[in-house]
């Protein structure tokens, strides 16, 4: 029973390339979040994703930043034209539809983490 | 807004001595609570979670913790520390229905003493 998997573990960009994080939930979970952690910081939520849906995306930036769930495949973050600032750890978590009382926690993927050169 | 916060970046302890890593949250009503371990380099590992019923809650590797309403605190503990034990402790919240939106704090790094 595979966890949350997120691919590549590690990902170096030139400054001005595209990055795209690939998050693969749990199976059966419907519902991924992204998160991104800076050196020596903890995680910040970026956004909230249904499937073929973004449900809450107040934690991103503007600009450059991007996110998808799609009906079939993986959820993928996508940051554009890279920066230094944007070197980070980036999670991603998923959780399943919640169904009556029934009370669970989200589960983390090991993350990729971003270098921009 | 909500928040979580954990007021000591650092605690270094001797191996076999006792810990108490601190974390407080304030929110609209009680969250639901937890406490993540991560090694250097690593992902994230669910150390214990606090959803309601025994305010005493006791998790993986020997650690525990207590919810305490009226200080809005969630305090991680173990008694008997190991070298093991070193890295970063993130504290967790999210609210008790809804979202899995979790909010995070700033997280303790953790130093053992052989």
């Known amino acids: 029973n595979a966890g949350v998997m997120q691919n590549p573990r590690h990902l170096v960009r030139r400054r001005g390339q595209e990055a795209r994080l690939r998050c693969s939930p749990v199976?059966?979970?419907?519902?991924v979040y992204w998160y991104r952690q800076l050196p020596e910081e903890g995680l910040k939520f970026m956004v909230y994703?249904?499937?073929?849906?973004?449900?809450?995306e107040s934690g991103m930036p503007k600009e450059r930043f991007s996110a998808e769930f799609p009906k079939e495949g993986p959820s993928i973050l996508r940051i554009q034209q890279v920066v230094r600032g944007d070197s980070a750890a980036y999670f991603c978590?998923?959780?399943?539809?919640?169904?009556?009382?029934?009370?669970?926690?989200?589960?983390f993927g090991q993350g990729t983490r971003l270098t921009v050169v | 807004a909500q928040s979580v916060t954990q007021p000591d970046i650092h605690i270094t302890v001797s191996e076999g001595a006792s810990l108490e890593l601190r974390c407080n949250y304030s929110?609209?009503?009680?969250?639901?609570l937890f406490w993540y371990v991560q090694s250097p380099g690593q992902g994230l590992q669910l150390l214990l979670k606090?959803?309601?019923?025994?305010?005493l809650v006791q998790g993986i590797k020997g650690f525990e913790a207590e919810f305490k309403r009226s200080q809005s605190s969630f305090n991680l503990r173990k008694p008997s520390v190991h070298w093991s034990d070193a890295a970063e402790y993130f504290c967790?919240?999210?609210?008790?229905?809804?979202?899995?939106?979790?909010?995070f704090g700033t997280g303790t790094r953790l130093k053992v003493l052989a």
């Open positions: 978590a998923s959780s399943p539809q919640s169904q009556g009382s029934s009370v669970t926690e989200a589960f």
């Open positions: 199976k059966g979970h419907s519902h």
């Open positions: 994703l249904q499937k073929e849906n973004i449900i809450d």
């Open positions: 929110y609209g009503a009680t969250p639901y």
């Open positions: 606090y959803f309601s019923g025994d305010t």
């Open positions: 967790a919240a999210r609210r008790a229905s809804g979202t899995y939106k979790y909010i």
